[in-house]
């Protein structure tokens, strides 16, 4: 283990903490005899509710160390959702940053703070078959759905990121734990002996944050959605600081073509492009496609270890260059859904071909003359929103759910950035009504961006939601606007800031009170937004500060005042004076 063999060597850098590989472990160790005190181990699942830092990263470890699973909750989640999320994985306890959450109440707490005095402890050997992590996504009716995955399972993924990815990196964490791509960055990274540089909220929200942080501590490798990558580029075309890298991963959305041209014109030295796929059920990741030049997107074969196969309905291989169902075997197939044996029944099922167990994706695939995959997209009503895996199903339930309800229908909009909702509702009923509902009981990621009341519903000749039509609805302008919402008055900085958000949203007329998630905005717009305001107005806010006012008539008084750039100047001094603090802390090593 590294932390025998190189305790010195660092292994977490994360808000300007440094943890070496031997200070991770004896933290990781006093939490584990926390838990086990507490009665947690082998056959035990523990909640981890801790926002993206060294304590993190440290009490993910802690809960293995103890022999329990873990099961990651997001900060940004709905009370409800935690609560649902935490009592159908039937936690132990939860490890926690936040004293005293209320989100947790009836459920035993416990702190991930460190230790004056580390614990010995000795953690339990763990068997192949035990579980090692129980991350969730959305069931087809809205209840959370827990992927339970094995020690054996993410053995078998770690070891292969490390045929794919041989040597010891410095990798940039942008996922959150509750992410399944997070397995990659900290196991991938951690057992090569590599150091984590795991970004904060905030720095995942201002893409010159991270070329900053890709800068200070001369990350190698980072793993992200296309989209976010997109963003990072602009960021670093204006402020550099992307030279270090020589590794950039995508995934959890589709590769837009423009995007690998850019990436390639946008180094000045090499840097590989890895287009990743895999669903949750296949322990992080069953496709790659490797590249160092240009060439045809697609989603490459399969990882080391992994089967592959593109099947009928009646799981019979299809014809070379003819559509198929993505079925996925190998080494990396999850045991199941906890706690759910009907659903687990449906989609992981017996092997022919191998003897032994594959998971059938819903995804659509062919392989194309050069031997690679080319995805097709979805079977059923599941998209991907910026990199999240959503049952349009479940969203429409939850809206069938909500009083005065009689009809519900919910689309990707075009670019796969936002859900559109569509209803049919008693007059009393708005759009802005149901989104507020909606917040409460799901996921950010699951909430649409807009809900339209209407008359009736579009339907095909056969009597089905016509989403064909709802998707030409969904590019046009909203029927329902925020209630108290005024538009923009025609003078001064207020009207420039408005026609950039008429710009990011497409929006003809905006109004000034309204937030700007409630009228179609997202993360990932919010960059673009920054763009646009710096065009219009003459000023760039950093992202941060544009997060914290959300209105044209905050961000118009941020501009007009002088604080508009404060939060990213703030941000400087704090890297610089990280800089140091870790020189010192080298120099320090080094010498002793």
Not at 29 to 54: F, K, M, Q, W, Y
Not at 144 to 165: C, D, F, I, M, N
Not at 192 to 210: I, K, Q, S, W, Y
Request: charged fraction near 20%.
């Amino acid at each position: 283990m590294i932390a025998r063999t190189a305790p010195g060597r660092t292994a977490v850098r994360a808000g300007g903490r440094t943890l070496t590989y031997g200070e991770l472990i004896a933290w990781a160790d006093t939490i584990a005899a926390r838990l086990v005190a507490a009665g947690a181990g082998p056959g035990h699942r523990v909640g981890v509710l801790v926002a993206p830092s060294a304590a993190m990263v440290a009490a993910a470890l802690g809960v293995l160390r103890a022999g329990a699973a873990y099961v990651p909750v997001d900060h940004g989640q709905p009370a409800r959702r935690v609560r649902e999320v935490l009592a159908d994985a039937r936690v132990t306890g939860v490890l926690t940053d936040i004293p005293d959450d209320e989100r947790l109440a009836g459920f035993p707490a416990f702190p991930v703070t460190e230790s004056a005095r580390p614990q010995a402890f000795t953690a339990p050997p763990a068997a192949q078959g035990d579980p090692a992590y129980l991350i969730y996504t959305s069931g087809s009716t809205g209840e959370p759905k827990g992927v339970l995955v094995e020690h054996g399972q993410l053995t078998a993924s770690t070891l292969a990121r490390h045929q794919v990815y041989p040597g010891r990196p410095t990798f940039l964490l942008l996922s959150p734990l509750a992410f399944d791509s997070s397995v990659a960055g900290i196991w991938g990274t951690l057992t090569a002996g590599g150091t984590l540089v795991v970004a904060t909220a905030d720095e995942v929200r201002d893409p010159a944050r991270l070329a900053e942080l890709v800068r200070e501590h001369g990350v190698t490798q980072l793993l992200c959605v296309p989209s976010l990558y997109a963003v990072l580029l602009d960021a670093a075309r204006r402020t550099g600081g992307l030279d270090s890298l020589d590794t950039v991963v995508v995934a959890g959305e589709s590769l837009p073509e423009s995007l690998l041209r850019r990436h390639f014109s946008a180094h000045a030295q090499p840097v590989a492009l890895v287009n990743e796929y895999g669903p949750t059920e296949a322990t992080v990741w069953a496709t790659y496609r490797w590249y160092d030049r240009e060439g045809p997107v697609s989603i490459g074969g399969p990882v080391p270890g992994t089967v592959l196969h593109l099947l009928d309905d009646d799981l019979r291989p299809v014809p070379q260059g003819q559509e198929g169902e993505l079925v996925v075997g190998g080494p990396g197939v999850a045991r199941g859904y906890f706690g759910r044996p009907e659903a687990t029944a449906a989609v992981f099922v017996d092997d022919p071909f191998t003897g032994g167990r594959m998971y059938r994706t819903g995804d659509r695939a062919r392989w194309a003359r050069d031997g690679t995959l080319e995805f097709l997209g979805r079977r059923d009503h599941q998209v991907k929103v910026r990199g999240h895996r959503i049952e349009l199903g479940a969203v429409e339930s939850a809206l069938h759910d909500l009083p005065g309800v009689r009809d519900a229908a919910v689309v990707p909009n075009q670019a796969h950035t936002q859900l559109l909702g569509f209803v049919r509702a008693d007059a009393t009923v708005t759009g802005s009504w149901l989104r507020d509902q909606l917040a409460i009981r799901l996921p950010q990621a699951m909430v649409p961006v807009r809900i339209d009341v209407l008359d009736q519903l579009p339907r095909t000749f056969a009597g089905k939601v016509d989403r064909v039509r709802l998707r030409e609805l969904a590019d046009g302008a909203p029927a329902d606007v925020p209630d108290g919402s005024g538009t923009a008055p025609p003078t001064g900085t207020a009207t420039s800031v408005a026609a950039a958000w008429a710009e990011v949203l497409k929006m003809p007329d905006v109004p000034v009170d309204a937030n700007f998630f409630d009228i179609g905005g997202h993360s990932l717009a919010m960059f673009e937004l920054q763009e646009a305001l710096e065009r219009h107005t003459g000023t760039r806010p950093s992202v941060v500060a544009l997060f914290r006012h959300t209105t044209v008539t905050a961000q118009t008084e941020l501009i007009s005042g002088s604080g508009a750039g404060q939060d990213h100047a703030d941000y400087r001094q704090d890297a610089r004076r990280r800089a140091l603090q870790a020189r010192r802390q080298r120099t320090t090593r080094e010498t002793a």
